[in-house]
Structures are given as structure tokens and as C-alpha cells.
């Protein structure tokens, strides 16, 4: 029997990595220097869960994937632009801030919010995915507080494969300490899964796709409602850039035996 | 006044504590000394009668929750427990390693409790207030904070602490209940590369970082991904490095099959993987641009082998930077280890 699904994927947005990042305190907290003006990419690790999603939508016709975003209108404009191409979803975009600083509960509540609101969403059938942790605050704790929120208590993280049986049962894959995954098997949906990188490469991008998707990007992103993050008691003491500047020695004159000998040393030494 | 719970779990024998646990343990004595606080060590095991005798000498109460149903790190399971253990000791300060298994539910637990959350802890200080220090943006930017709102959940990244050791005594636990929900996964067991073709080392001393020049081709006009896969495979065995690797290598290849055979996405360093820590990491064949170098935040002496003069490790990012072939170098680095060792 074939299985369907509706799958929610939360993905952030974050600087695209090679940018230089500085960080300033403003009246309202901590944020990054011209943190609108950045360059920004869809979160690494919730586009894997993007496209995993896209995956086993399209294995499972009659499967729909929403993406849910939280940022300012105008930086996911920016990203959509590119990730629509990639594969089909259907965006709903949040306005709000953007950055690792404001507090991960309350982008929970608000992406909670979001998702209960969802016209046509089956609870029973719902796959709540995401990137296990984000490349801006790093808490990997959002998605569970969102499961929480919405009563999923089958939830797993550092997922790398899932595989659904025809039952509507499926294996997880989760990366547990030592290079190792952990195995098990979930009776069916619903459930939360935090993808780690999976192993699907990034899709190509289909202009087809990107016009399909397109046709609804815009209209909801006028419709975006803002949103307000709380900050639920939490203070900032300082932000700073770490102090990581070696003092790096550049060895250029030295044969293949030399440097092997140096290195091997090197190895040994205590 | 705080009171501290530090939580702990088994490892994969059911009775014996991880070594994150008892780093977690050791925050814990040291902020309760430092806040006047008192202890609670809550304890999640198959069997919690040997964590419970290494951490008699501790003085703190201690509490368990045991049972074949926790034996499995699973969602529905482990959250009933912690949920149960943080109810039982009324905390206001909940530590806990951020083992995968903690991690995996100590959000959700915070939320039920009405409570709050940080990870990726790295430090705490503060004089008066708890002060937790933690990384933003992929270990680009450091920050300090806190919170007035209680229950505090923090997560405490591992290697940040020494680990509590004492020799084993009798000691008194308190078993707490719990009523679990209905369970609906199933662990089945544990997934990795056979014993020699593990690749992934976490208490290595050394990470060897190959990235996508490995794969490049050579001089002759010809890719020697075979040779580059038995070098970096010779390096391991010799040393007993771990192995990191740059997402582009791991990207390369058809069908989902990898260039280099033994290496997965298991194996990313920076900014769409891990963030090891080891004492000494030697790069090679990756140009050290900056979503590289985040996962190396916590290598301790860095070297890197690069042709490129103004590769990313130049400027400031290693210690030593050889510009060099690394095949030549890694051939002879394998050759006088091994000699050595014969």
C-alpha cells in the first residue's frame, strides 16, 4: 500500500560561510554587522531535510511539502529565488528576524504557530523535518521543542536514511557518538526527524521547477505575517569574535623527505 | 538558592556511566561548590547500581531510573525518564552531557517542565549569575550569556571538563517511577564500519583532514584516487588518526558512491559537519577556506600540506603550512612510520 505523507520542513536562513562574519550589539541584543546586507543561504543541514523531503514526496505521490521559513521578507525573497529551483514545496514564510542570537524557544512557538495554522495539514500523516542543528545558533533543540508543541513524541536526530515499509513503519538511521548510527524502526507518522547531511546530493536546478514554485512564493510572501521573538530571560553577557589568528609558519623549501621526517616527529612528539 | 540535578546515562552496556556523563558530573560538583548549591545526580541505566557506587563519594542524592525500557536511547522513553528525574529533584540547574542521547530529548523535557534550554556549553563561569559560554555561527563567534528564567537546562559539550573518577563505594539511590507512554520505536541496534574500517576516531590524539585536492588531477594529467585512498588508509593505520574530510570530497563521485570508498558524510569537518576535538590536526589537500576551518575550532597544534601559498591555512589558520604535494609527503610520512614500527 503506498504510503502518503505530509512533510514539514522548518529550514533558516543563514550568511552564506564565506562571508566575514562580525558581530555588534544594537539596542535590541547582539546581531551581526550588516546582517541584511550578507549574502544568505538556505541552512546547510535543513536543506538536506529539504531535499530528503522532496525526495520521498515524490516516491509517494500525493505527498505535499511545505517549507516553513522564519526571516525578513526581503532575505527569503533573496534565498527562494535559488532553492525554489532545486525541488516542489510549498512555502510558508514568517517575517522576522533574522540571525543566531534570539532565543530558540521562541522560534519554536512561532514556527509551532505556523504549522498548526496550516490549511490541509494532516496531523496523522505529518513528517516534521529540518536540519538537526542550524549554521547560526547551532542549539539543535528547535525541532524537538516544536514536536513538543505539537505532541510528536517519536523524534530523532542526526537522521542520515530513512526507509518507510509498506505497513507505514520505517527505519531511522540517527548518528550517535563514534562514527556510528543508531538503528531503529517508528510504528509510522506522525514524527520528527532532524537531518543531519542524508545522502542525496544537492538537486540541480530545474527552471520549471523554479516557475512552479514561483507562482506561489510571492503571493505568500505578501501575505507574510510578522512576528515577534521573545526572549524568555535571555541575556547576553558579551558577543566577540574568537581570538584565532596563528602565528603560521609557511615552509616552502623543504623536499617531500624533509617535511615527512619533520612531520613524522611532529606525530610522536608529546 | 539553585539546586543543581546533573543528569547521566549508560552507555552501551547498561550499567557503566559515559565519559560525558561524568564530565557532566564535575560541572556539576564545581558549580554547586562555587553557587553554595545543593547536588542532585540523577542517574538513567538498564542497571544504575555501578554508576551509582563511583558516585557515592560525590554527596550528592542520587537518583535512578531503571529498567530494560531504558536501556534503549529512544525519544518517547528517555523524555518520560529525565522528565521524572527533573520532577523528583525539583532543580533549578539542570546539566546534562550533550551526548546524543540527552540531546536528543533534553529540549523537549525543558519545554514540559516550562523551562529553558542552551547547548554546546563550553564554560561555566559567573560570579554571582551562571554565566554560560557557548558558540554561535559555526564557532565563529564566541558569546557569554544567561538567563533569570528557571528551569535552566544547559547542555555541556564534551572534553570540556575532566571527567569525575572515584573508586567505587555503596551508595544509597533513590529509584524513581516513571509511566511511560505507549511506545512506538523500536531500537534495533547500532550501524558502523566494520572494526578496522572505522575511519572515525573520536579520542584519536591526530585528525587527518583529506579534502577534494586528493582527487585533482596529478601532474602526469592523470587522477590517482586509488593511490590518494591508500595513502590517507596507510596514515590511519599507522597513527590511528581519525579522518575528516572536506564536504566536496565526499560530494564527489556517481550514484551516491564515493570517490574514496571509505569515506561518508559521517566523516564532514566544518561547516555542514563536525567540530572534532583533538590534540593535533593535519590538513591535507584542502585549501582551508573558511567553512572548513570552523570544524577545527577545538584542534589544538594545526599543520596543513597544500601547493597553494595562499591557501586559507597561511594565513593564520595553522601552525605550520607545508607547500608541497601531499602524495610524496604522505608516502614518505607512511614509510618512516612504518619502519619505525617494524
Not at chain 1, 529540518?130 to 549554521?135: D, L, P, R, V
Not at chain 2, 593505520?237 to 565526499?250: D, F, H, I, R
Not at chain 2, 550514484?255 to 566523516?267: C, I, S, Y
Not at chain 2, 586559507?312 to 612510520?337: E, H, M, S
Request: with cysteine; glycine share 10%.
Amino acid at each position: 500500500m503506498a504510503n502518503v505523507f505530509d512533510i514539514v520542513v522548518c529550514a533558516g536562513l543563514v550568511p552564506d560561510p564565506l562571508q566575514t562574519l562580525e558581530p555588534v550589539t544594537g539596542p535590541s541584543g547582539p546581531g551581526l554587522k550588516n546582517e541584511m546586507v550578507l549574502p544568505a543561504v538556505l541552512d546547510p543541514w535543513a536543506a538536506s531535510a529539504l531535499y530528503e523531503a522532496a525526495n520521498l514526496a515524490q516516491k509517494n505521490p500525493g505527498s505535499k511539502v511545505w517549507l516553513v521559513s522564519l526571516g525578513p521578507k526581503a532575505k527569503l525573497q533573496q534565498v527562494m529565488m535559488t532553492v525554489a529551483q532545486k525541488v516542489n514545496f510549498q512555502l510558508v514564510p514568517i517575517d522576522g528576524p533574522i540571525g543566531g542570537f534570539p532565543d530558540a524557544h521562541a522560534t519554536a512557538a512561532v514556527l509551532a504557530d505556523a504549522i498548526n495554522a496550516l490549511p490541509g495539514l494532516d496531523r496523522a500523516k505529518c513528517l516534521l523535518f529540518g536540519g538537526w542543528e542550524s549554521a547560526t545558533r547551532g542549539a539543535g533543540v528547535t525541532l524537538q521543542l516544536i514536536g513538543e508543541r505539537l505532541g510528536i513524541t517519536d523524534q530523532f536526530q542526526g537522521v542520515d536514511q530513512i526507509e518507510f515499509r509498506d505497513d507505514g513503519s520505517f527505519e531511522v538511521l540517527e548518528r550517535v557518538e563514534g562514527g556510528k548510527h543508531q538503528v531503529s524502526v517508528c510504528a509510522g507518522t506522525p514524527a520528527v526527524l532532524g537531518w543531519a547531511t542524508g545522502n542525496l546530493a544537492e538537486p540541480r536546478n530545474n527552471p520549471q521547477v523554479g516557475m512552479a514554485n514561483m507562482r506561489t512564493i510571492m503571493p505568500a510572501l505578501q501575505k507574510a505575517k510578522a512576528a515577534k521573538l521573545e526572549p524568555n530571560g535571555l541575556s547576553y553577557v558579551s558577543v566577540a569574535l574568537p581570538k584565532q589568528q596563528r602565528t603560521t609558519r609557511v615552509v616552502k623549501d623543504l623536499s617531500p623527505d624533509e617535511i615527512a621526517a619533520e612531520l613524522v616527529a611532529w606525530i610522536g612528539a608529546e | 538558592m539553585e539546586a543543581i540535578l546533573v543528569l547521566t546515562h549508560a552507555d552501551e552496556t547498561g550499567s557503566a556511566l559515559t565519559r560525558a556523563s561524568l564530565e557532566a558530573v564535575t560541572a556539576g560538583k564545581e558549580l554547586a561548590a562555587r553557587l553554595s548549591a545543593s547536588l542532585t545526580i540523577g542517574i538513567l541505566a538498564a542497571d544504575p547500581t555501578a554508576a551509582a557506587a563511583i558516585l557515592s563519594s560525590t554527596g550528592a542524592r542520587l537518583l535512578a531510573v531503571s529498567g530494560e525500557s531504558f536501556a534503549q536511547a529512544r525519544y518517547a522513553s528517555d523524555a518520560a525518564a529525565v522528565e521524572a528525574l527533573c520532577r523528583a529533584a525539583q532543580a533549578t540547574i539542570v546539566l546534562a552531557p550533550g551526548s546524543s542521547r540527552l540531546t536528543r530529548v533534553a529540549a523537549g523535557v525543558a519545554h514540559r517542565l516550562g523551562g529553558f534550554i542552551d547547548t554546546h556549553i563550553t564554560a561555566l563561569g559567573g560570579a554571582e549569575a551562571i554565566e554560560a559560554t557557548r558558540w554561535f555561527y559555526r564557532q565563529r563567534v564566541e558569546a557569554v550569556l544567561s538567563r533569570n528564567t528557571r528551569p535552566w537546562f544547559l547542555l555541556l559539550d564534551a572534553g570540556t571538563h575532566a571527567a569525575f573518577a572515584a573508586e567505587p563505594a555503596a551508595a544509597t539511590v533513590e529509584q524513581v517511577s516513571v509511566e511511560l507512554p505507549a511506545l512506538r520505536t523500536t531500537v534495533s541496534g547500532f550501524r558502523a564500519p566494520a572494526q578496522d574500517a572505522q575511519t572515525i576516531r573520536p579520542d584519536a590524539k591526530i585528525l587527518l583532514v583529506a579534502g577534494a585536492g586528493w582527487t585533482k588531477k596529478q601532474p602526469d594529467g592523470q587522477i590517482h584516487a586509488a593511490e590518494a585512498g591508500e595513502l590517507i588508509l596507510g596514515f590511519l593505520k599507522a597513527t590511528g588518526a581519525s579522518l575528516g574530510s572536506s564536504k566536496s570530497l565526499v560530494d564527489q563521485g556517481g550514484d551516491g558512491v564515493p570517490v574514496l570508498p571509505f569515506l561518508t558524510h559521517m566523516n564532514q569537518i566544518g561547516q555542514t559537519g563536525a567540530t572534532p576535538r583533538h590534540a593535533k590536526g593535519l590538513s591535507t589537500c584542502c585549501h582551508g577556506e573558511e567553512p572548513h576551518v570552523v570544524g577545527w575550532r577545538f584542534i589544538g597544534d594545526r599543520r596543513a600540506i597544500s601547493l597553494d601559498p595562499n591557501c586559507g591555512w597561511t594565513r593564520g589558520k595553522a601552525d605550520v603550512v607545508y607547500i608541497a604535494d601531499a602524495f610524496p609527503v604522505l608516502n614518505k610520512v607512511n614509510a618512516l612510520l612504518n619502519s619505525a614500527k617494524a
